[in-house]
């Protein structure tokens, strides 16, 4: 081995200087080592400029992202059952208690329709005239939005190019503004409603929803309507005729516009013929349709307790196509009765308003006014009026609730200082008395100075338990006479939560289902102490029995409080007897005072008259004379003398003598003397001449 030559040697040529064999296919260069081979750089391409297809492909894209992001959010928050809804709210009936009924209200809706129970003719008519290819399109009709356009445009006719799937989604989603917003929203919607629902689905919502006239929502609400039958029976020129009403129902109902009403079916024939549902001859042949309106009875929309119990009603039933019945807790015969003694008070120029409940806060009774044609605004439920001394209650409540008792002491006499200075009525004042006393005298001093010793806030609490809404402002002295305001219902209610000693009272319209034990348990109503509500009790009944209350006083128990606001402009009486919680008010609209109105006065004697006819035995009954039995009479009977002596006097500057035999009245009537005798032979009228005069002397 040689170790100085050869290729590893460390002796002669060195590595560097020895010749690289040529590489051979496979075999790589070394660049580094031949730099004859190096490869020279590429230059980077050149990109091209960015064109407009180019900004229009990825706007195109970012529009498809941003309408999947849409979808997806129209998926989310508009619920797929809206559509099922009615577009107005199903008409509703309103009983009385004892099934009488007293208002109705709402559209005319039926049940829904289903599309492949309807006859061919039916669902071909609708969609000649207003879809023809609803079966072929995704919800946007391209060919008709083009076809509106160009009618717009050239000005031969107005037409809209909307698809049944987008007036689905108009009518269910929508409001009937028109804007470009509206109409992108209503595509949008559409395209979801296309994706979620089949054709018939679509089709039979938009049938069960579209407005047909007369108040009338859907297509078996209109069938029953104009031709009295169900939509599943209508003849093809009965379906004609109603496919012709969803452009312009309100123009074209036939029950006020048949001219109308036919040229559009008319308008329909032609297009079921030009869209080869017909023929000519099959459409010529076809003959007028016959209405046969069924009229229900109509009862009064407008009636107070009506208006204030329809939208309970609303909230109480879940959104129906079918007509709904309710039951109310309106006692009929209670309710003549109110407006029979309301109407008969004598009110002159004011207004009045009467609720009357039971303990649980069922109405029974509503009047808001003297006249609901007049005047449907309700003071019982809408009017917040200063409820005067019917507040005082909440002022007593309180010091009963704080350890006070009905005998103790309370000053009544002028307050003199601080910067408010009420006064008594009549300036009438009885120095030290008690409590029980100044309740029942209705003491304005006594009670505030009870509100400053109690306390505003707890007053305010036993008022806002009670059921009140206020606001009350607290540390005002003016608020123990009923500065506040509230309306008759809210006082009523309160008044029947002391009745029941359970509060707080919810008025409400409709029967409730009485609570479990285990919801009494944890949500039952609050209660006040034996002691407290005896107590309390006891006062409201001596108000009624010996105070400002004694128009209202009854045979059997009863408890109650008047009310004046300052210079007459309230005056209000709320009590209860027997189940009964009765509340009367009396004012103007404008809040000026009245003139010898107090409530003590005519509202407590209003109370009476209804509690007398509301609880049998509440009120005496005139005693009639007693009836002698018949006896044979004489035919022509000799009328004895009705007194003996005589009797004379003057009356109106008249002589008046009357004797067994007759009447004689003397007198000047013109200056001149005449005597009338009334006698058994009847009336005789003399003019007497003067004495002569003496002669001259």
Do not use: C
């Amino acid at each position: 081995m040689r170790f100085g030559s050869g290729r590893f040697g460390f002796g002669g040529a060195s590595a560097a200087d020895a010749p690289w064999p040529t590489p051979g296919l496979g075999e790589a260069r070394n660049p580094w080592l031949d730099p004859a081979e190096i490869d020279p750089p590429v230059p980077e391409p050149i990109k091209p400029p960015r064109t407009r297809w180019w900004w229009a492909k990825r706007a195109l894209a970012a529009l498809f992202v941003l309408f999947l992001i849409l979808l997806a959010w129209l998926a989310i928050t508009a619920p797929l059952s809206k559509s099922l809804e009615p577009i107005a709210p199903p008409e509703i009936t309103l009983l009385a208690a004892d099934g009488t009924p007293i208002a109705r209200s709402g559209a005319v809706v039926e049940e829904p329709v289903a599309v492949n129970r309807l006859p061919p003719h039916v669902v071909e008519a609708f969609l000649a005239i207003e879809d023809r290819r609803f079966y072929s399109h995704w919800g946007i009709d391209p060919r008709g939005l083009a076809r509106a356009l160009w009618s717009n445009i050239t000005g031969s006719s107005v037409q809209g190019g909307s698809t049944i799937t987008q007036q689905l989604a108009k009518i269910s989603f929508l409001t009937p503004e028109r804007s470009l917003t509206r109409k992108l929203r209503e595509m949008l919607i559409a395209f979801w409603l296309e994706a979620w629902l089949s054709k018939d689905e679509i089709l039979g919502r938009y049938l069960s929803n579209a407005y047909f006239g007369d108040n009338v929502y859907g297509l078996r609400a209109a069938s029953l309507h104009y031709f009295y039958r169900q939509p599943e029976k209508l003849k093809p020129e009965q379906a004609i005729l109603l496919a012709g009403l969803v452009q312009a129902p309100s123009r074209f109902a036939p029950t006020r516009n048949w001219q109308g009403a036919s040229r559009r079916a008319a308008m329909v024939r032609a297009a079921m013929v030009d869209a080869g549902y017909l023929t000519q001859r099959e459409a010529d042949a076809l003959p007028q349709p016959r209405l046969d309106v069924h009229e229900r009875p109509k009862l009064a929309n407008g009636t107070y307790f009506a208006d204030w119990a329809m939208p309970q009603a609303r909230a109480l039933t879940e959104m129906s196509h079918s007509r709904l019945t309710l039951t109310t807790t309106l006692d009929a015969r209670l309710q003549r009765a109110a407006e029979r003694i309301v109407a008969r008070s004598g009110l002159g120029k004011a207004q009045v308003a009467l609720v009357a409940m039971r303990t649980n806060g069922e109405v029974v009774a509503m009047v808001g006014g003297k006249s609901h044609a007049q005047s449907p605004f309700n003071r019982a439920t809408q009017a917040k009026r200063q409820p005067g001394s019917t507040f005082k209650l909440f002022v007593y409540l309180a010091a009963l609730e704080a350890g006070m008792e009905p005998d103790s002491v309370i000053e009544d006499s002028p307050i003199t200082t601080g910067s408010y200075r009420p006064r008594n009525a009549g300036d009438r004042y009885r120095g030290v008395i008690s409590l029980e006393e100044a309740f029942v005298h209705s003491s304005n001093v006594a009670a505030v100075r009870l509100f400053q010793k109690v306390g505003s806030e707890k007053v305010i609490k036993q008022a806002t338990q009670l059921g009140l809404k206020g606001p009350f402002a607290e540390g005002d002295p003016s608020l123990a006479l009923g500065s506040g305001s509230a309306t008759l219902l809210e006082m009523t209610a309160a008044y029947a939560g002391v009745a029941g000693n359970q509060w707080p009272v919810q008025p409400h319209a409709f029967k409730r289902e009485e609570q479990g034990w285990f919801e009494w348990l944890v949500d039952g109503p609050d209660r006040y102490s034996s002691r407290v509500h005896e107590q309390m009790q006891d006062m409201l009944r001596a108000a009624v029995n010996r105070g400002t209350g004694r128009a209202a006083s009854l045979n059997i128990p009863n408890f109650g409080k008047t009310g004046t606001s300052q210079d007459n402009r309230d005056a209000l009486f709320i009590g209860y007897a027997g189940d009964l919680v009765v509340g009367v008010w009396i004012g103007n609209d404008d809040n000026s005072p009245m003139q010898g109105i107090r409530g003590g006065g005519l509202p407590a004697r209003i109370w009476r008259q209804f509690m007398g006819e509301a609880l049998p035995g509440a009120v005496p009954q005139r005693r009639a004379a007693p009836v002698a039995p018949p006896e044979e009479v004489d035919p022509d009977p000799v009328i004895g003398p009705l007194l003996e002596g005589e009797i004379e006097g003057q009356v109106g500057g008249a002589n008046v003598r009357v004797t067994p035999e007759g009447l004689t009245i003397s007198g000047d009537v013109g200056g001149a003397p005449v005597e009338m005798t009334v006698d058994g032979n009847g009336a005789n009228v003399q003019r007497q001449r003067p004495p002569p005069s003496d002669p001259p002397q």
